[in-house]
């Protein structure tokens, strides 16, 4: 992490990793010209791995040692003959989803660690491509947001009618007795003719 000496300082260390983050967009995006429609297998690989990378060093392996069963990271000094078990990153997303899911029975504590590292790097990795997508959208933009007019009042409510209705069509497959279609339709039939 990168030590921030004063207000001044950590402005200038957030635009610098904002021209970063430009930079890494363009270059996405002059390599990949349809990223925003569809992002290729091999090109969605090296991003994980770039990703990957830095959540590895900003994560380093852990070593936690077995005691009466259970895994915890050790205090102090890890005893020779301790069964130490080796958790990074790279390891946790090793495992196949089936694997992964075998370890539950196998290894109770295990698939706890496990889960916790895969839950957090998937977050970590999610994260990072939406805000590398977002860039490449602002890049494309020429940095304009540009928002979709605002609907007529009339145009909003048919919407959301027509919404309501197949959310209450959903529901009731679902067995909520609380979606009544039937009477939904005569609400929508009597907001519409009142004048």
């Avoid at 363009?26 to 830095?54: E, Q, S, Y």
Wanted: glycine share 6%; aromatic share 8%; hydrophobic share 40%.
């Amino acid at each position: 992490m990168a030590t921030i000496k004063s207000h001044k300082d950590a402005a200038y260390q957030a635009a610098k990793a904002n021209d970063a983050l430009q930079d890494a967009a363009k270059f996405v995006f002059d390599h990949c010209p349809t990223v925003l429609d569809g992002m290729p297998d091999d090109v969605k690989a090296d991003l994980n791995d770039g990703w990957m990378l830095r959540y590895s060093e900003k994560h380093p392996e852990q070593v936690y040692v077995r005691v009466d069963g259970n895994l915890v990271l050790p205090s102090g000094k890890v005893p020779e003959k301790a069964e130490k078990v080796q958790v990074s990153v790279y390891s946790a997303m090793s495992y196949s989803q089936q694997m992964f899911g075998q370890l539950k029975n196998s290894d109770p504590n295990l698939h706890g660690v496990i889960k916790t590292v895969r839950n957090a790097w998937i977050k970590y990795r999610g994260n990072r491509e939406k805000d590398l997508l977002r860039a490449i959208r602002e890049l494309q933009s020429g940095g304009v947001k540009t928002r979709k007019p605002t609907d007529d009042f009339a145009v909003f409510i048919v919407k959301h009618m027509d919404t309501a209705r197949d959310r209450c069509k959903t529901a009731a497959s679902r067995g909520d007795v609380t979606a009544d279609l039937g009477l939904l339709d005569k609400q929508i039939a009597a907001f519409w003719s009142i004048k």
